[in-house]
Nanobody, 125 residues
Framework: QVQLVESGGGLVQIGDSLRLSCAASGLTISSYAMAWFRQAPGKEREFVGAWNWKNDNTYYQESVKGRFTVSRDKSSNMVYLQMDSLQPEDTAIYYC??????????????????WGQGTQVTVSS
């Protein structure tokens, strides 16, 4: 049984940093694209960033480029999202996801078939 468990969310101030973790079990992350999505109240779930297992590259939504970093530890089967210079618009529930989308579909949530339960990130102004 596949499980993705996120942790590390919390309440922070503008400009602070957080590192989210995603513990994967029942699958090997090196055989999947591992992505982070987020959903703010009243908004659709949106792509944040992903690591593509096929070319070992990372991809980001434009608004988080230079502030967020996706990384993974294959030995521990963990994926991380380092978030720096947090802003109020980053407030959302953050989800870890696993799938095997083609590169052109990496940002589509419908291409991922394993999801975590989410972790809340709140950036206070």
């Amino acid at each position: 049984q596949v499980q993705l468990v996120e942790s590390g969310g919390g309440l922070v101030q503008i400009g602070d940093s957080l590192r989210l973790s995603c513990a994967a079990s029942g699958l090997t992350i090196s055989s999947y694209a591992m992505a982070w999505f987020r959903q703010a109240p009243g908004k659709e779930r949106e792509f944040v960033g992903a690591w593509n297992w096929k070319n070992d590259n990372t991809y980001y939504q434009e608004s988080v480029k230079g502030r967020f970093t996706v990384s993974r530890d294959k030995s521990s089967n963990m994926v991380y999202l380092q978030m720096d210079s947090l802003q109020p618009e980053d407030t959302a529930i953050y989800y870890c996801a696993a799938g095997r989308p083609v590169l052109s579909a990496l940002r589509l949530s419908s291409m991922y078939y394993h999801w975590g339960q989410g972790t809340q990130v709140t950036v206070s102004s």
